[in-house]
């Protein structure tokens, strides 16, 4: 096996990492702060070498590859959408990681829980870059079966092992089908390798003229459904609302925040790859995302549960961004998929901050319910400012990232060429009105005066401070400045238009 | 850089410099957290007339940048004549409301946040006014919406402030929504997000003008609080504190009238504005009329004056909606002697609010002999909102009669200038049952404080000055006219 040796090196540092960071808990030292600084570490490692390999890819025409046993067919590929997504996560992890220092002595095992952040991470990295189905299959296994364990981290609650049963049968059930439209794939055409842009879809019969058979066809339904569970496509929504509602904070705020939009991400990409029209998937995510971003907006307006009412509007933030890549694929606007890979940092910033400001009350509050955030502003004011960012970013108020990215969205969208697109966005600006009914009275809850007189004002822990002042500047600066963010999306988007050509 | 461009920086700089400061200095400013601000604003009101002689020479100071040039979104700033006046009109009614402020607003350790987000709150309009490209625009827009709702939400009167500043957010976002759809519409077409791609000439569709005048013209109205989408507007005036509501009714209402005469007035021909002077006029008149029979029916005398705006801006969209040089200088003249009476009855309404305790006008009466000073300054404000004359509401009403009567349609003119009756009505209604007749004996009268009054006796000046001389602020508002009218009349 042969070919790019960056573009192993980052699966090989989470995996390395991971064992590693298992060994040092065991045997060197259980205390919580060095674990998470090594797991830290560990990610910032495997972020050098992504970026590292960013500057080995200068065009889309030879991409990196590595494991290539034939022209054109490799295990992984350093596509460009690939390297944006995998580079979010790993960006997201490192504050993740540094955020579980101080707050995992909420849940101990730590020797269990930055293990599973790392496999975690290796599994959706894995998974984005895989250039095969089979490959790809086992990324998303790994990444899932993480998910269901980390969900149920907090083993002692009851609902929270409710989450991560109902995650793990619905997960399953989806890649079960998953596996399912791979071996429809493989029936057909004997193979599994996803071409590259420039040849021809796996699915195309004979020398890849014409459309995919029955078999690819049955399989690329198969393969969209099983993918379709895990990024929250609604109705197959139904698990999110518990896993992400129960796991602990910080863990939300990987799966809110990343690993939703990568599974989406595959989704395209492997539908595209197989030979499913571009137009087709288009329309099929536009009127897919009406539901998501409806549905999403209006069960969380009747949330109580602050962590329930984010991941209600996860769906719908799932929905803006299926709508902005169904526009661009079904009108082939480079924009509007830019705007989508756009919508993936930003949501990725904006969900992470208010997972994690929200876990921070969580810890020294006990605050749970959202009128337990009362007075929030008088006890701990960094997170109220951080978490009134992130909600304000969600919600799209100017000049925050949220709104830059709608602009985005809706300047692109703007150029589709007949209703549907239309349509879509009149849903989203009425929905983005609706998303204000609940993210307005939740910030107001933040300042609200506390329910006892006299309360008294935390010192937060330096672990939480960090991650939370760099996710709020980022917010703001991502919205002030969007240019150099908007510019790392721009191969990406040439790339997945082209898949589709 | 010239001088200039740092003027038009400062205009915007200094309040928001001031707001960041006051942040971080907190607990520790309580007691120079509002001469900080009265300071800042001082400094922005002097940087907006520091504009005037740029402007008078011909040039337009500029400031601009590349700010996302993959996206050709820039960040320009601008003040030409059109932005003038309404600039003029916001910093100064910023700077009385600080001032006021100072008499109002109860100290604690909360104010430093107080007066940063009226500074803020002041940027957003400022912003509003220069801004020179549309992202900058709405970034701006939306700023002037966020810090009102905080201060509504945090500072407001009675229990229901909280939903009151939500339904406040959402009815205006709505129309916000409205115009941001319009704006993207026209990047589209011109290319770029700069105002000075609009004003090169635009080529759009008959349809695509339909649409972007009919969401431009919605949208802003939602700001101006014309009937039916004014509802956020009563609850959100009256339960605002007094000094944001002054900002709110004085200034920002005016911010819609600035929308419609930078938006669909400039960028669109006559010709293309036509078809929708009708509906115009006709909304004017129904708001007017409508405002001013619920300003009749209420008992609160804070809604009363909060339901003169939606009667004011009636008269406002009437002129507009003449789409003739008189109409449209009559309502933009009216902007700004409609910022001057309305801050002086709402702070003339916050003398007896704060002197009595007492806010429904059934539970008041008689004091003219209790507070002279008082009762003169709030009288002058009620007969000048009647536009009697030689005060200055007279004069701007004058011009957007005159406009309507230029129209073929006299029907509306006339209907519009005996709608204007009810607004007497309620003035004097107003006026009689709270400074004259029998006091109620139980009624106390505390002192007010000095920085209420001072403003309160400024703007009752500048209402009998400007209805004498109002050539000089015509001057300017016919300048912005020739602006966007071509000098063709």
């Known amino acids: 096996v042969t070919g790019d040796i960056w573009v192993i090196l980052p699966l090989i540092c989470l995996i390395g990492g991971a064992f590693a960071v298992y060994l040092v808990a065991r045997f060197v030292t259980g205390r919580n702060d060095c674990l998470a600084a090594f797991t830290a570490a560990i990610f910032a490692a495997a972020l050098g070498t992504l970026v590292l390999l960013r500057f080995m890819t200068p065009g889309t025409e030879h991409l990196p590859t590595w494991g290539r046993f034939g022209p054109g067919e490799a295990f992984l590929r350093a596509e460009p959408g690939a390297l944006v997504i995998a580079g979010v996560a790993l960006g997201l992890g490192l504050l993740v990681a540094l955020y579980s220092g101080h707050y995992l002595t909420l849940d101990r095992r730590y020797e269990t829980y930055y293990p599973l952040l790392l496999l975690l991470a290796t599994g959706l990295v894995g998974m984005v870059l895989a250039a095969d189905l089979f490959n790809l299959y086992l990324f998303c296994e790994l990444m899932s079966i993480s998910a269901y364990v980390l969900v149920g981290f907090r083993r002692r609650t009851q609902t929270a092992i409710e989450a991560s049963f109902k995650y793990l049968m619905m997960g399953s059930v989806g890649t079960v089908i998953f596996l399912l439209g791979i071996s429809f794939v493989y029936r057909e055409t004997g193979q599994l390798v996803l071409p590259p842009p420039s040849s021809p879809p796996l699915g195309g019969r004979e020398g890849g003229m014409g459309a995919p058979g029955p078999w690819t066809r049955a399989g690329i339904a198969c393969i969209v459904t099983g993918l379709g569970i895990k990024s929250a496509i609604v109705p197959l929504h139904t698990w999110l609302p518990d896993a992400h509602g129960r796991a602990p904070s910080s863990v939300s705020a990987m799966l809110s925040g990343v690993i939703v939009q990568s599974a989406l991400y595959t989704l395209l990409k492997v539908s595209l790859g197989l030979g499913f029209p571009a137009h087709g998937l288009g329309t099929l995510l536009i009127a897919l995302s009406l539901f998501n971003m409806t549905l999403g907006n209006s069960m969380a307006l009747v949330q109580t549960h602050t962590k329930r009412l984010l991941a209600y509007s996860t769906v719908a933030q799932v929905g803006y961004l299926m709508l902005t890549m169904g526009i661009g694929l079904r009108y082939d606007l480079v924009g509007a998929i830019q705007a989508g890979f756009f919508l993936i940092i930003v949501q990725a910033l904006t969900k992470g901050l208010a997972f994690l400001s929200k876990g921070v009350s969580h810890f020294y509050l006990d605050a749970t319910t959202i009128n337990q955030l009362h007075g929030t502003a008088a006890r701990l004011p960094l997170v109220a400012v951080c978490f009134t960012v992130a909600l304000g970013g969600l919600a799209a108020i100017p000049p925050l990232a949220g709104f830059t990215g709608k602009w985005f969205v809706v300047t692109n969208g703007l150029r589709s060429s007949d209703a549907l697109g239309l349509v879509g966005l009149i849903v989203l600006l009425l929905n983005s009105l609706l998303g204000l009914g609940y993210y307005l009275p939740l910030i107001g809850a933040l300042f609200a005066p506390p329910p006892i007189r006299h309360a008294r004002r935390f010192r937060i822990s330096p672990w939480m401070v960090v991650p939370l002042i760099v996710m709020g500047a980022l917010v703001i600066a991502v919205g002030l400045y969007p240019g150099p963010w908007l510019g790392w999306t721009r191969a990406a988007s040439v790339y997945l238009l082209e898949l589709g050509k | ?489």
Not at chain 2, 139 to 144: A, I, K
Not at chain 2, 179 to 207: I, K, N
Request: net charge neutral; glycine share 8%; charged share 10%.
């Open chain 2, 1 to 489: 850089m010239n001088t200039e461009t740092i003027w038009l920086l400062t205009t915007l700089g200094a309040p928001l410099a001031m707001a960041l400061i006051l942040v971080l200095l907190r607990g520790r400013a309580v007691r120079a957290a509002g001469w900080l601000a009265g300071a800042a604003a001082l400094f922005s009101l002097a940087s907006a007339f520091a504009l005037l002689p740029a402007l008078q020479r011909g040039d337009a100071p500029t400031f601009a940048m590349d700010w996302v040039p993959a996206a050709n979104i820039r960040l320009e700033l601008r003040a030409d004549w059109l932005a003038f006046p309404f600039l003029l009109t916001e910093a100064s009614v910023t700077l009385l409301a600080v001032v006021y402020a100072w008499g109002y607003h109860h100290l604690d350790e909360r104010s430093p946040v107080f007066y940063a987000l009226l500074m803020l709150f002041a940027v957003g309009m400022a912003g509003t006014t220069l801004a020179n490209s549309m992202f900058l625009f709405y970034v701006f827009w939306e700023l002037m919406l966020v810090a009102s709702c905080a201060l509504i939400a945090a500072w407001g009167e009675g229990s229901q402030r909280r939903a009151v500043a939500l339904k406040y957010f959402i009815f205006t976002h709505l129309g916000s929504l409205m115009v941001l759809v319009g704006l993207l519409v026209l990047y589209d077409a011109a290319g770029s997000d700069s105002f000075s791609a609009l004003r090169a000439g635009l080529e759009l569709t008959p349809t695509l003008v339909t649409t972007v005048t009919v969401l431009f013209i919605v949208g802003f109205c939602v700001k101006m609080a014309i009937f039916p989408v004014h509802l956020w507007l009563p609850d959100a005036h009256a339960v605002a504190p007094m000094p944001v509501t002054i900002m709110l009714a004085a200034a920002m209402l005016g911010m819609g009238t600035y929308g419609v005469l930078r938006f669909p007035l400039s960028i669109f021909s006559m010709e293309q504005m036509a078809p929708f002077a009708v509906p115009m006029m006709v909304a004017g008149i129904v708001s007017e009329i409508y405002g001013a029979l619920m300003a009749l029916a209420e008992r609160d005398v804070k809604r009363i004056i909060a339901y003169s705006s939606v009667s004011q801006m009636g008269y406002i969209l009437f002129g507009l909606g003449t789409l003739t040089y008189e109409g449209i200088a009559g309502a933009t003249l009216h902007v700004v002697f409609h910022a001057i009476v309305k801050a002086l009855l709402f702070m003339g309404i916050g003398l007896i609010i704060h002197a009595t305790g007492r806010r429904r006008i059934t539970e008041l009466g008689g004091l003219r002999g209790a507070m002279p000073l008082t009762a003169f300054c709030t009288i002058v404000g009620a007969l000048a909102i009647a536009g009697v004359p030689p005060l200055c509401i007279f004069d701007s009403e004058w011009m957007i009669f005159a406009g309507g009567f230029r129209t073929p349609y006299l029907a509306l003119a006339i209907l519009s200038l005996f709608g204007s009756l009810l607004t007497v009505a309620y003035a004097l209604w107003f006026v009689g049952r709270v400074f004259f007749g029998p006091r109620p004996p139980e009624l106390t009268v505390e002192r007010p404080h000095w920085a209420m009054v001072a403003p309160t006796v400024l703007l009752t000046i500048l209402a009998l000055v400007e209805g004498l001389v109002p050539a000089p602020v015509f001057a300017w508002v016919n300048q912005a006219l020739a602006m966007i009218l071509g000098g063709n009349w």
